[in-house]
């Protein structure tokens, strides 16, 4: 995000030192205005208004990445199946862990509108709704059903779908690499306020290499790259 306003920032600068020599000059007036315009605006609305939203056939898309979370939906017939390119990079990343000694094993990954509807009603059913909203999606909210997303554990099993799952030698692996392969860790310690889930460290979700790295390196959510989350 701050990339943006760092980008809007250059544009008025070059814009400034347009030369008179140039016909297709932005005269000072204009920058003038553009400058006391973005002085105004509060920050919240330069970086919304920066992102570029798309909704194809009920997917809502910002910046061209396929987002849902607590709030955006996703279509009860959207069914893509399993993404071919996520579950490469999953094997991949399985198998460079694996060979340095650890057992990693996919616990979870595809699911239907449908089958999140039949977990989610047990949930609430067995510890109540408030509760089962803080570790599980409602139908249509859950990111398993995009086909990106995997659920991450260790033969051993024990710390599987467990906070404790982030100490053990999988879980560490996944936090320090899972970027490399194009994922992240979707739903982050410290972030809970944020994306609206308790921490996953189990739970990572396909966004391709250059986005994931990014996110790596700024630490931030999807929500708060794609402008979603405002302080
Ligand atoms: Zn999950």
């Known amino acids: 995000m701050n990339k943006l306003l760092i980008t809007s ?6 814009a400034a030192c347009g030369t008179d020599d140039n016909d297709t000059v932005i005269s000072d007036e204009s920058v003038k205005s553009w400058n006391t315009a973005l002085k105004t605006m509060p920050l919240t ?3 919304i208004e920066s992102h570029h939203k798309e909704v194809r056939q009920g997917v809502t898309y910002i910046d061209d990445v396929l987002i849902v979370n607590k709030k955006i939906a996703l279509p009860a017939d959207y069914n893509p199946g399993e993404n071919k390119t996520a579950r490469r990079e999953i094997e991949r990343l399985m198998t460079a862990g694996n060979r340095e000694g650890l057992q990693f094993v996919i616990r979870s990954g595809y699911r239907t509108y449908e089958h999140q509807a039949q977990l989610y009603s047990e949930y609430v059913a067995r510890d109540g709704q408030v ?3 803080k570790y599980s999606a409602q139908p249509g909210h859950s990111e398993h059903q995009t086909g990106l997303t995997f659920d991450i554990g260790s033969v051993a099993s024990a710390n599987d779908f467990r906070i404790s799952f982030g100490n053990t030698p999988e879980g560490a692996w996944l936090q320090d690499h899972a970027h490399e392969y194009g994922f992240i860790i979707r739903y982050p310690e410290g972030k809970e306020h944020i994306t609206g889930y308790q921490y996953e460290p189990w739970h990572v979700r396909y966004v391709g290499q250059s986005l ?3 996110l ?3 630490h931030e959510t999807l929500e708060e790259y794609l402008g979603l989350y405002k302080q």
């Open 45 to 47: 609305k330069i970086f």
């Open 131 to 133: 509760a089962a909203d």
């Open 212 to 214: 994931a790295e990014e």
């Open 9 to 14: 920032a250059a544009a008025l600068l070059l």
């Open 216 to 218: 790596y390196d700024s």
